[in-house]
């Protein structure tokens, strides 16, 4: 038996909030900007390989992007046209996952969760890098 209070009423949404997807849009430019500046140190080796993480990571943000431009621009005519739902009251509503709800802000942690874990684990590496790297004796 359940001690949490029913919950009546509340929206149920299948889709991530816009600014959701924003977020982890910023935090993979974060770790792609973060990446070029605390680990490119001029050799060629590592701007080539540098050139390449960005350009997937480029890839990774830019197609699925572009294809929700054009679904939406290319909707179907019996598609319900979903209005501009805001962030609060995607917050306070359920995410439908494969069947089963989850609070939507759950749904938020759990898709920005690695993200930020990586955009800043990486920043958190790359400081330690340069301060091991100028107190080093040669």
Do not use: C
């Amino acid at each position: 038996m359940s001690r949490q209070p029913a919950t009546h009423n509340r929206p149920v949404f299948d889709r991530l909030h816009p600014k959701i997807y924003g977020a982890a849009a910023g935090l993979v430019a974060w770790f792609a900007l973060m990446a070029w500046v605390l680990f490119d140190r001029g050799g060629g080796d590592v701007s080539l390989s540098l050139a390449f993480v960005t350009l997937l990571f480029v890839m990774a943000v830019g197609l699925p992007w572009t294809m929700s431009r054009l679904w939406r621009k290319h909707r179907m005519s019996n598609e319900p046209l979903h209005g501009p739902v805001s962030l609060r009251d995607w917050e306070a509503g359920d995410f439908v996952v494969w069947g089963a709800k989850l609070r939507s802000v759950h749904a938020a942690i759990d898709v920005l969760l690695p993200l930020i874990a990586v955009s800043f684990g990486l920043t958190a590496i790359g400081i330690v890098f340069d301060i091991v790297r100028a107190h080093a004796l040669f």
